[in-house]
């Protein structure tokens, strides 16, 4: 059985709690299958632990975003290994039966927060090192 999740990519704001929706994103990605915390969650924060997003690259060796549009693509590419299970959302046409969202904070130089919803409750807020610690069962 799948378990749904989808992915949002969302530009951190002043005043704005990782423990709420937003109301802009820059990508939102669904992903079908394994999308509770220990699976997808565990593979998207150990993917991001580490990087820093920039504007303007330069620095060579540091694990670094070229802004969020880049951390967008990134991400993208990370999960998407064939056909099916990962898609970018269709505004128009949206999956339903989430059984978890994340929305993947950032902006340029500052760091990355992931919050994790279920049942439109919020039940984690973290860096993704904070995510490593909790959900990390290996």
């Keep these: 059985m799948a378990t749904r999740a989808k992915i949002h990519v969302a530009r951190r704001e002043e005043g704005v709690s990782f423990s709420v929706v937003p109301k802009q994103t820059i990508v939102d990605i669904y992903s079908h299958w394994d999308g509770y915390p220990e699976g997808l969650g565990v593979k998207l924060a150990s ?67 992931i919050s994790i919803f279920s049942n439109d409750e919020c039940i984690f807020v973290g860096k993704p090192e904070m995510l490593l610690e909790k959900y990390n069962t290996n």
């Design 47 to 113: 993917y991001l632990d580490g990087y820093h997003i920039v504007n303007g690259l330069g620095r060579e060796g540091d694990k670094l975003f070229n802004g969020l549009g880049c951390m967008a693509a990134s991400i993208i590419a990370e999960l998407k290994d064939g056909p099916g299970n990962v898609y970018i959302e269709d505004k128009n046409r949206p999956h339903t039966w989430i059984d978890y969202e994340y929305y993947v904070w950032g902006d340029d130089h500052k760091g990355i927060w």
